[in-house]
């Protein structure tokens, strides 16, 4: 089992930058591929980015404006336990809970079922 716990949420100004944690325990913690998703008010869980179990591997969602790649970031420490996404120049959209995921390998790392264990989420709200 894999236990995760997210950090970093709140209530920002659309502009600021935020940093979100998502601190990992268990057996073989490290050895996950990791990915943020976040969920909006009446929509769908979306996903945001993956990290491979090495950090040297990234993925990012793209959306009708292209990818999310530069405006969000995600990266792992050392440990390979923790893992983050930063965000800079927030706006009223990214309004969400943010819910940190850790699974095995896989081709689809857009995909929630691809995960196996999920954090409770950090709720991030984008005040204009």
């Known amino acids: 089992q894999v236990q995760l716990v997210e950090s970093g949420g709140g209530l920002v100004q659309a502009g600021e930058s935020l940093r979100l944690s998502c601190a990992a325990s268990?057996?073989?913690?490290?050895?996950?591929?990791r990915a943020w998703f976040r969920q909006a008010p009446g929509k769908e869980r979306e996903f945001v980015a993956q990290?491979?179990?090495?950090?040297?591997?990234?993925?990012?969602?793209?959306s009708a404006e292209g990818s999310v790649e530069g405006r969000f970031t995600i990266s792992r420490d050392t440990t390979g336990n923790v893992v983050y996404l930063q965000r800079n120049g927030l706006k009223p959209e990214d309004t969400a809970v943010y819910y940190c995921?850790?699974?095995?390998?896989?081709?689809?790392?857009?995909?929630?079922?691809?995960?196996?264990?999920w954090g409770q989420g950090t709720q991030v709200t984008v005040s204009s």
């Open positions: 268990g057996r073989a913690a490290s050895m996950y591929t």
């Open positions: 990290t491979s179990r090495s950090g040297g591997t990234t993925h990012y969602f793209y």
């Open positions: 995921a850790a699974g095995p390998y896989t081709d689809r790392p857009d995909r929630p079922e691809a995960y196996e264990f």
